[in-house]
């Protein structure tokens, strides 16, 4: 996912119950291999690795 705001990036954090929102990155935390964040000119972008078992 792209995002034109390179300044803020994303930081892991534990949402409330009744949190309305703040769970993206612990969803993708609990399903990918790795994940990071890069930035780029006017931009940062989380990238994910998401592997499972070969069928």
């Known amino acids: 996912m792209t995002d034109p705001d390179p300044r803020a990036l994303p930081v892991l954090v534990r949402a409330a119950e009744d949190a ?3 769970r ?5 935390d609990a399903v990918a291999v790795r994940w990071g964040v890069r930035q780029g000119a006017g931009r940062k972008t989380v990238w994910c690795e998401v592997g499972g078992k070969p069928t």
């Open 20 to 22: 309305e929102a703040g």
């Open 24 to 28: 993206g990155l612990a969803l993708l």
